[in-house]
């Protein structure tokens, strides 16, 4: 028996008498086996396989172009209201009250003059018009009607009419 001796630290090791055999680790991935293949029967895969053809690349587009509004179906009016003005009551920048109704009205006529009498749309410091048998505004938004006639005995009517389901944006 041979005597051993401890290793102190920072003394280098003396090796030992015989030396240990190297072991080589076996292969990590072995080959797969491969089976006989019959070449015909690839072939005639072949025929029954259709070919894959690559997805086109998409197109670019046109860029977008100005968009203009059309105007698809034209909005009728649904409402109408006839309105009775005793023209035996002098007036002068009287509002109807059509604010006060929550009325916006697209057009009105007027159906009877009575005694006559004159009318201005949406503002009191507008221009009087004549109310005429038979006459239609429908080139304004009729927010409120102001009527200013002289004592004459008779019934002015003016029709008024409007769409509910149209959206108006306040300013």
Known sequence: ???????????????????????????????????PVDVESITELEKLIRPMKAPEAPRPGKPPGELVPVLVQEIKNSEYR??????????????????????????????????????????????LTTAVLGITEDQFEIQELYITNA???????IRICWNPFLIRLKP
């Not at 916006?104 to 159906?111: C, F, G, R």
């Open 1 to 35: 028996m041979s005597k051993r001796r401890l290793q102190y630290p920072g003394e280098t090791a003396i090796p030992p008498e015989r030396m240990v055999e190297r072991v080589e680790p076996p292969p990590l991935f072995e080959p797969v086996p491969t089976w």
């Open 82 to 127: 006839n309105l009775t003005i005793d023209t035996s009551i002098a007036r002068t920048n009287v509002a109807l009250g059509l604010r006060d109704l929550g009325i916006v009205a697209d057009s009105l006529t007027i159906l009877g003059v009575g005694g006559g009498f004159q009318y201005r749309i949406n503002k009191p410091t507008n221009d």
């Open 151 to 157: 004592a004459v005995a008779g019934t002015a009517i």
